[in-house]
């Protein structure tokens, strides 16, 4: 085995959490770990720290995610879709019951489930899809289902002609249903319940026809939100009587992302400053840091427990992530740190000033020793944004010896409203196109990077974030590897199955590529494939049903019918993104081979 086939292995099984849940009575710990296995496979630890983790299930399929976890823990809603497709199944895992998986809906390929959640006396389920089970076919809308678990029958609670792109949740007492309804504008969010019978169903929160608001039940009578507004993102709870709205906090003092009900009324805030996490807790109104004790740089509480206490993930670019309950009084035990002999590098924070003057910002690694060259890593989003965190991609391609920029590009979350909403006034492939060479320009004026061996490389935005490179920015890039990436806008808005993703498009781009064709044909990169000086890789999962494989089929016959070099790799079992272990190790492999031809050819 070669060192790099040995670096690419190590990466791939680098152990990663997901879904971390607890149970409602605070004894047990639930999560995902992918890594360890071909696909993600479900942990769980006792809270107490007693023993260390064990599988719950082994030799899937398919990545499984958790969905809900019952009070007791004893019993967990899954789901998972054939290669990554995203059309999820439901699936109920009973511990008491060894292990045993019971699918709850079908196994396919053609709809969408959204949500699972156990009804607070765990008879039932409720969750959002857009197959109508009456009808017998896919609906444009979206129904609220109540799913009976023992008798297995289906009650349809709503029915709406809007997308959805979220599950419901239960009041603590059982007597309602919150869900987020998209009726207005597109990327707007109202908050509606409903009754637990189906019954009056009505909008609780609607802050305006562009407004985003998204809640959480802090009891019975109240629900915790946080929302956009003239000044910026800001938290506070509404009634549920009368829909009355107590603003608590809001930007330049917090910058809340997501919040996590905690015990006795309290709650957690996520608050990001320039892409660094500080939790706070809310209580009786006023917030305090929680503090942090963990040993990690950033600890993200993700479930409340009753006697006060969170569980978190702790986590920083140093080691793998870890699991981590967190004391009423701050104290911190570790439940699940998996051992590993990585190196890791950890990135600086950088600041850069893009063309028009705004301050942009983002992580630089820089490896040991001689640069070979660099790679401009996109996050996908653009809603989105990186952290000092562990991305195995970036860690493989430092220890190959790249230096590796992380920008958190105009549209990025985890520096508020302002900076997330910039990306919608030029659309896609603007103004945050110019932060990214912006950055990149940077690193080169540093002296970290030489300027002849450039790449970019990204999944889903940070695909067309590529693609936009080598084409748009030929005179710097020299290599570009996109992935599951949108290629022409019109195709990836007509081709994406998500039932909201014909909306994030009219969102970002102001219209439809029929009412704004201007735009989308300006923003697209397979309309200026001439320009192509550089090299390029193009992957696929061509079970991806959210930036559809046909722009890669369009990328590929018109390169190939322009005469112009490129790679091509495709996997038929994966989705939007390379997940599977074994995948995951190949497309690592074939990067390394890939930059170093395209480095040693340098620009046409």
């Not at 983790?53 to 009070?71: W, Y």
């Not at 009456?134 to 444009?140: L, R």
């Not at 600041?351 to 640069?371: F, I, K």
């Not at 695909?463 to 990436?485: E, K, N, Q």
């Amino acid at each position: 085995m070669t060192p790099v086939q040995t670096l690419a292995r190590k990466w791939a099984a680098l152990p990663q959490i997901e879904t971390l849940h607890a149970s409602g009575d605070g004894a047990w710990a639930f999560w995902a770990w992918s890594g360890l296995s071909e696909v993600s496979e479900i942990w769980t630890a006792p809270m107490d720290g007693s023993s260390p983790p064990m599988p719950l299930t082994q030799d899937s399929a398919d990545h499984l995610a958790i969905r809900d976890v019952s009070h007791d823990g004893r019993r967990l809603i899954l789901a998972h879709s054939p290669d990554s497709c995203e059309h999820d199944q439901l699936l109920l895992l009973d511990r008491d019951k060894g292990n045993v998986l019971t699918p709850l809906t079908p196994l396919q390929r053609d709809h969408y489930v959204y949500g699972g959640r156990f009804s607070p006396d765990g008879r039932s389920i409720s969750y959002i899809s857009d197959y109508d089970d009456e009808a017998g076919e896919v609906i444009a809308g979206n129904l609220i289902y109540l799913h009976d678990l023992e008798t297995s029958a289906r009650k349809i609670l709503f029915r709406s002609p809007d997308p959805f792109g979220a599950g419901t949740q239960w009041s603590p007492d059982g007597q309602h249903l919150l869900w987020h309804r998209h009726r207005l504008a597109p990327g707007a969010v109202q908050i509606w319940v409903i009754g637990a019978d189906g019954t009056n169903s009505r909008e609780l929160v609607c802050l305006g026809e562009k407004a985003v608001v998204i809640g959480w039940w802090l009891d019975a009578g109240r629900i915790a939100i946080v929302a956009d507004g003239a000044e910026g993102d800001r938290v506070g709870i509404v009634t549920l009587a009368d829909g009355a709205i107590t603003w608590l906090a809001s930007e330049p003092d917090l910058r809340p992302q997501t919040l996590v009900i905690g015990a006795n009324g309290q709650f957690a805030c996520h608050s990001f400053t320039d892409a660094t996490l500080e939790t706070v807790v809310f209580t009786d109104g006023a917030y305090a840091s929680l503090p942090n004790r963990s040993g990690r740089r950033s600890l993200l509480p993700l479930a409340g427990l009753p006697d006060g206490g969170w569980l978190a993930e702790g986590y920083d670019a140093s080691a793998a992530h870890e699991v981590v309950h967190i004391g009423p009084d701050g104290t911190c035990t570790t439940l699940a740190s998996p051992p590993t002999k990585a190196q890791f590098c950890v990135p600086e924070t950088l600041d850069w000033t893009a063309p028009d003057g705004e301050r942009t910002q983002g992580w630089l690694y820089r490896p040991d020793g001689p640069v070979r060259g660099h790679i401009t890593y996109v996050h996908g989003g653009p809603t989105w944004h990186s952290e000092d965190w562990v991305n195995p991609k970036i860690q493989f391609w430092v220890a190959l010896g790249y230096s590796v920029l992380d920008p958190n590009y105009r549209g990025s979350t985890g520096r508020g409203m302002h900076w997330r909403e910039k990306v919608k006034e030029d659309g896609w492939g603007g103004r945050e196109q110019a932060d990214i060479r912006a950055g990149t320009e940077a690193v080169i004026a540093m002296g970290v990077a030489p300027a002849d061996k450039i790449a970019v490389a990204g999944n889903s935005y940070g695909g067309f974030s590529s693609w936009y490179a080598i084409t748009r920015h030929a005179d710097l890039v020299t290599a570009a590897i996109p992935m599951c990436g949108m290629y022409k806008l019109d195709i990836d808005y007509n081709a994406t199955e998500m039932p909201w993703g014909r909306a994030y498009s009219e969102e970002m781009m102001g219209g439809s590529p029929d009412e704004v064709p201007e735009r989308y044909a300006n923003a697209s990169p397979g309309n200026f494939i001439d320009q192509i000086r550089g090299h390029v890789m193009v992957v696929h999962g061509l079970a991806d049903s959210n930036v559809g494989p046909e722009n890669t089929h369009v990328a590929v016959r018109e390169l190939t019918a322009a005469g112009i070099p490129h790679e091509v790799m495709l996997f038929h079992d994966e989705g939007h993104g390379v997940t599977r272990r074994a995948n995951l190790t190949a497309y690592l492999e074939r990067t390394a081979a890939f930059l170093e031809r395209a480095f040693a050819k340098g620009r046409r």
